[in-house]
């Protein structure tokens, strides 16, 4: 079989390919807890098109478990957008590291102005691939540690902003993180953040088994707490804007889901070790 590996993609943009295959398998089954048919249909496209070879991730033998945390994320990450655009449905949505990802589509209510936003290599593939959206989907073509995006909103203007980071922050230093985030916080003073953070414990266990996956990186940061990153703003010295608060955070059996129903028995220990979980701020 010949490669068709897009040697255009970093490792790092690659895992975008897992989440999308992983989305779209899902999207067919009877009892699917995503419905994506543009996940379903993107998948063909690429392998059709010779722009990626999926046996790559079939190789991989991901459990049904793992996949299942990843569907489990998107999914939660949608209901914290819906939630967001039911209490502001004329809000900004930043998707920060959007990779192939249709969230737009799936939460569109007809009013919300959604950015798209990832490094060019990603956007140039999803310019390739999907295209403009619509009017109210725009794309971001940058890094997100590059500030000129930012420039992308008005200062006059400061309608409610809700960022989405999925899969992204854990790449990053604490040092890039904590200086994005406090970015935020003062440009957009009471906007709200999601993102999803491994542990420290989960950090140095992906990176101890890093040679044993195919299509992964290294990751770079973790924290135990929501609580450590509402330290990082000091109110005191930003009077007007406040500080940073942990609305709340979500885990895998935070709630019930049949089908983690075989693995319950984690329940206890994912609660002692938090792999990852899933983070809501206001900031200000």
Not at 91 to 105: K, N, P, Q
Not at 130 to 159: M, Y
Not at 206 to 231: C, M, P, Y
Not at 267 to 272: S, T, V
């Amino acid at each position: 079989m010949p490669d068709m590996t897009n040697p255009n993609l970093s490792s790092v943009s690659e895992t975008l390919l897992i989440t999308l295959y992983i989305r779209a398998v899902e999207s067919q089954r009877p009892d699917a807890l995503i419905k994506d048919e543009i996940a379903e249909a993107l998948v063909k496209k690429i392998s059709n098109d010779g722009l990626y070879d999926f046996n790559r991730i079939k190789s991989l033998h991901l459990s049904e478990a793992n996949k299942l945390a990843v569907i489990l994320r998107n999914r939660e990450f949608d209901y914290y957008a819906w939630d967001f655009l039911t209490r502001h449905p004329n809000a900004v949505v930043v998707h920060i590291g959007c990779g192939l990802d249709t969230r737009f589509e799936r939460v569109d209510n007809g009013q919300v102005e959604w950015y798209d936003l990832d490094l060019p290599e990603v956007i140039g593939l999803r310019r390739k691939l999907i295209g403009e959206t619509g009017r109210r989907c725009h794309l971001l073509s940058c890094s997100v540690l590059n500030g000129t995006w930012l420039d992308t909103f008005s200062a006059r203007v400061q309608p409610p902003f809700l960022f989405i980071a999925e899969g992204v922050f854990m790449y990053f230093t604490e040092a890039q993180i904590k200086s994005l985030v406090l970015t935020l916080y003062d440009r957009f003073p009471g906007s709200e953040l999601v993102f999803d953070a491994l542990s420290p414990i989960h950090v140095w266990r992906h990176n101890l088994q890093i040679h044993t996956f195919k299509v992964a990186d290294h990751v770079n940061w973790g924290i135990w707490r929501g609580q450590e990153i509402e330290s990082w703003a000091d109110p005191s010295t930003s009077p007007k804007v406040g500080g940073i608060r942990l609305l709340d955070e979500w885990g895998f059996f935070d709630r019930p889901e049949p089908r983690l129903a075989y693995i319950r028995w984690l329940r206890p220990i994912e609660a002692l070790v938090r792999t990852i979980r899933i983070y809501h701020f206001q900031l200000g």
